[in-house]
């Protein structure tokens, strides 16, 4: 197969995969609405472990509560996270936890359902804001407790994550280190370590 035909088959998701990367350098302007909507508008249509939709997503996007939000969290130990404050927009992902899929997810099977559903959601807004050509970065570096108490969170939601959503100024020129495919898929079974 000649190069310019296995490039012409790259699909327009695997683009998506492909150009995706966590953004640390924001530009402050604004995100047209729809576009902020469509990302989230991605999220609530997620799986979600017997469609329990456990998810809230904040957003903050009212400049006097992000400076207050960012100033808290991003404070202290957290201050390397502190670039995400420049984008105009942070999501900030809650988990309510009083569903029963979670109770069982996390009693009978060992797995916090609730917490998968959480990423699938915020990775549909990662890849959705790609499409948009937008720019995000997961983030889980930061002072949950802070979080909690300024936008004033009920108990009945965990935070899980904060998403800075904008334009990126810059994106990195290097490639983050991949594992092989070979490393991290075996067929019909896996061998010891
Ligand atoms: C759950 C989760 C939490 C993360 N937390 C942070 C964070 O607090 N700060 C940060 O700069 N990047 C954070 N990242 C981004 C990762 O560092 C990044 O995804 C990884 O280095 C690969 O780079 P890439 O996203 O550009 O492919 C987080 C990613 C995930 C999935």
Redesign the pocket.
């Known amino acids: 197969m000649t190069e310019e035909r296995a490039a012409a088959e790259v699909t327009a998701f695997q683009k998506i995969l492909r150009g ?3 953004i ?1 350098r924001y530009l402050p302007g604004p995100v047209d609405p729809d576009k902020v909507r469509a990302c989230l508008e991605a999220a609530r249509l997620a799986p979600s472990a017997h469609n329990a939709q456990p998810w809230r997503f904040v957003v903050v996007d009212d400049p006097e509560l992000k400076d207050r939000l960012t100033s808290a969290a991003f404070s202290g130990i957290y201050s390397g ?1 502190k ?1 995400a404050a420049l984008a105009p927009i942070i999501i900030v992902l809650l988990a309510r936890l009083d569903r029963v899929a979670n109770r069982i997810g996390a009693r009978l099977q060992g797995v916090p359902f609730h917490f998968l559903d959480m ?1 699938i959601a915020g990775e549909h807004i990662v890849l959705q804001a790609e499409e948009l050509g937008l720019a995000t ?6 002072n949950y407790r802070k979080v909690r108490k300024v936008l004033d969170i009920p108990r009945t939601y965990k935070v899980v ?1 904060m998403m800075p959503l904008g334009y990126a100024e810059k994106r ?1 020129n290097r490639e ?1 280190p991949r594992k092989t495919f070979e490393e991290v898929v075996t067929f019909n079974g896996i061998e010891r370590d």
Do not use: E, N
Not at 137 to 142: I, S
């Open positions: 995706r990367r966590s640390r996270s670039f990423g970065c997961w983030m889980g570096w930061f994550a990195p983050p």
